[in-house]
């Protein structure tokens, strides 16, 4: 049997849609596109453009020097940008011990000839390598998402590097933007995740009320849509606002509409994305009657009373606003990039607009000012200022503290920004990629240059033709849109049967909790535990398989993560330790959701109460 044909039987194993793959491109490709030789120690190396991937002396001692200087003391998952002929990946495997390895090799006939060449099959049948062989960088999220808690580690080999520098770049970029995502992610769960409970329980009843965004999906195709963002440029569209209204949707996120009602213009979307309390105080004496509201039901619920006008509610990204949609309606998803203006664009492109123009999306700091003039945020400032640290200072903090630098404007200038907007930046610029034929424009001249999102003056802009008419039919037409007449017997009929599914898996916890103390007294007498542990491993089965865990556990990710870091085993009593607090945290979890879900039960049944 040959190299390759032994390689393809394990893959057939662990893989057999890359294995049928590389049959099918064998059997069409005879012939290696590049240059073999053999090195001094007999194994064999690649030579591409004029370069050799691996050392003409020894291929296995080069690849062992190379991860050596690059393993980490706290990864416990690696990616390795490019295969080669496998060597890096054999060193990899030896020198540790149950890491994660993802294999990322953009060339396919590359990875073909690898196994032609040589045997290994003690990588592609350790179980802890996972190979995206000719794939989109993209791809690559949804594997590591598979790998919740895993400290990450991309390792690229330089000569595979200078081979594909474009992708190797693409997936450096892709992987320091998803590691910067989840840390803010867990440590704004760590912060806000109760807060999100309480709120999605506490408007649940509008799961029955509100129709989802679904319903409004290309409603406005053939008009283009304004974004109105809270930047500090906006206070050079706000004169104009009212003509602008005669050739646009308007559609706001919520730290503008303030500015938007000073300027006597009531925008047609209000989109609301971020449930703090705070967030919510941008609305305060915003008096709206007609403004239509976006959101998702983790709102801080006084949005809802303060914008009066028709809502509309978005899927929610949490485990427990999933549960009840798959109950009752799922009303639609808006892509997070971690701000409401994100979700603006994107809710602006739902919509089926023909072109989106954003106004006040500065994603930076013009002259070092953070948002338009009175913002919430600006008020915020001068309210909380005094003798020792006035606003001045406070503006200023708010600018250094998250990393200020200079970046290209769309003037071709310079503007200021940090590495909070970054994220957003990159965010938006993935998009333009994504959606080549939807036309994006930016007409803040001082805002941050966004690839892919032209730089358009106020004096094109009103150069549109006036449609408002058209809108307002449309609008109309939005207003008239109810949602499916039995929606409130199946939400009280999903939370009854949650309440349910909570108390068995409380059962569970308890039990758990019992468990443990009784294997944590076995260990101290020096008794045999594997009567114990066997029916805690038990119990977890029957954990996972409970359809309330994603919920109960929601608020534990955090816990689970530091657990998820501990490379080394435990010893003894820091499993009985680390077990009792999972189970006792899971209990308390369990009765928080209860308790609020016992009142979305009440609520749900009186919406006025």
């Given at each position: 049997m040959s190299f390759l044909e032994s390689n393809l039987a394990i893959l057939d194993k662990y893989n057999p849609p890359l294995a049928a793959l590389l049959r099918n491109v064998s059997e069409r490709n005879s012939l290696s596109p590049y240059s073999l030789s053999t090195t001094r120690t007999g194994q064999p190396t690649v030579e591409i453009g004029g370069q050799l991937i691996h050392s003409r002396f020894d291929p296995v001692k080069e690849s062992d020097r190379f991860v050596e200087n690059q393993l980490s003391p706290s990864a416990s998952l690696y990616i390795q940008g490019g295969f080669g002929l496998g060597y890096h990946s054999e060193a990899l495997l030896a020198k540790t011990a149950n890491e994660i390895l993802l294999v990322v090799e953009p060339d396919l006939l590359l990875f073909l000839q690898a196994l032609s060449l040589r045997d290994l099959t003690e990588v592609t049948s350790s179980g802890r390598v996972v190979f995206l062989v000719n794939r989109e960088v993209e791809d690559i999220?949804?594997?590591?998402?598979?790998?919740?808690?895993?400290?990450?580690?991309?390792l690229i080999v330089r000569s595979l590097y200078d081979y594909m520098s474009e992708y190797y770049d693409s997936l450096r970029n892709t992987i320091t933007n998803y590691i910067s995502r989840r840390k803010v992610n867990l440590s704004t769960l760590?912060?806000?995740?109760?807060?999100?409970?309480?709120?999605?329980?506490?408007?649940?009843?509008?799961?029955?009320?509100?129709?989802?965004?679904?319903?409004?999906?290309?409603?406005?195709?053939?008009?283009?849509?304004?974004?109105?963002?809270a930047g500090p440029s906006l206070d050079l569209i706000l004169p104009i606002l009212g003509e602008l209204q005669n050739r646009f949707v308007i559609v706001a996120v919520d730290t503008a509409l303030r500015a938007c009602l000073k300027a006597g213009i009531e925008p047609d979307f209000t989109v609301v994305a971020d449930p703090q309390f705070w967030n919510s105080r941008h609305l305060?004496?915003?008096?709206?009657?007609?403004?239509?509201l976006i959101s998702d039901?983790?709102?801080?619920?006084?949005v809802f009373r303060q914008i009066r006008g028709k809502h509309f509610l978005c899927s929610s990204a949490f485990p427990l606003g999933r549960y009840l949609e798959a109950q009752t309606e799922t009303k639609g998803?808006?892509?997070?990039?971690?701000?409401v203006s994100t979700a603006a664009w994107d809710f602006c492109r739902l919509i089926g607009s023909t072109e989106i123009w954003c106004a006040g999306l500065d994603l930076g700091f013009p002259d070092k000012q953070t948002h338009c003039r009175g913002s919430f945020f600006e008020q915020r400032v001068h309210w909380l200022s005094h003798r020792d640290r006035p606003a001045e200072n406070a503006s200023w903090h708010a600018l250094i503290d998250a990393g200020l630098h200079t970046v290209k404007s769309n003037d071709g200038e310079s503007t200021w920004s940090d590495r909070r907007m970054?994220?957003?930046?990159?965010?938006?610029e993935e998009q333009m990629s994504k959606f080549p034929s939807l036309q994006s424009y930016n007409i803040s001249p001082k805002g941050v240059n966004i690839e892919g999102m032209d730089y358009a003056s106020l004096e094109d802009a009103l150069r549109k033709k006036p449609s408002r008419g058209e809108i307002e039919k449309r609008i109309t037409h939005i207003r008239s849109i109810v949602p499916e007449e039995n929606l409130k017997d199946k939400l009280i009929s999903a939370i009854s049967s949650l309440l349910r599914e909570l108390s068995a898996l409380?059962?569970?916890?308890?039990?758990?909790?019992?468990?443990?103390?009784q294997l944590e007294k076995l260990f101290y007498k020096g008794e045999d535990l594997s009567e114990v542990l066997a029916e805690l491993d038990r119990l977890d089965d029957s954990i996972l398989r409970q359809s309330g865990k994603e919920i109960a556990?929601?608020?534990?990710?955090?816990?689970?993560?530091?657990?998820?870091?501990?490379?080394?085993?435990?010893?003894?009593e820091s499993i009985i330790r680390n077990s009792r607090s999972l189970y006792r945290k899971l209990h308390d979890s369990i009765c928080f959701n209860r308790e609020l879900m016992e009142k979305a039960l009440k609520n749900s049944k009186n919406p006025q109460v």
């Open positions: 999220i949804t594997v590591l998402e598979q790998f919740p808690g895993k400290e990450v580690q991309l760590q912060k806000f995740g109760k807060l999100w409970l309480r709120n999605l329980s506490e408007n649940a009843h509008l799961l029955a009320t509100a129709p989802g965004i679904t319903t409004l999906e290309k409603t406005f195709e053939g008009l283009p849509t304004l974004l109105i963002a305060d004496r915003c008096i709206t009657g007609k403004s239509i039901i983790s709102t801080f619920p006084s998803k808006l892509k997070a990039g971690g701000s970054k994220l957003y930046i990159q965010w938006f409380n059962a569970f916890a308890e039990k758990g909790m019992d468990l443990t103390n556990g929601f608020i534990l990710q955090n816990f689970i993560s530091e657990i998820l870091k501990e490379k080394e085993s435990p010893d003894p």
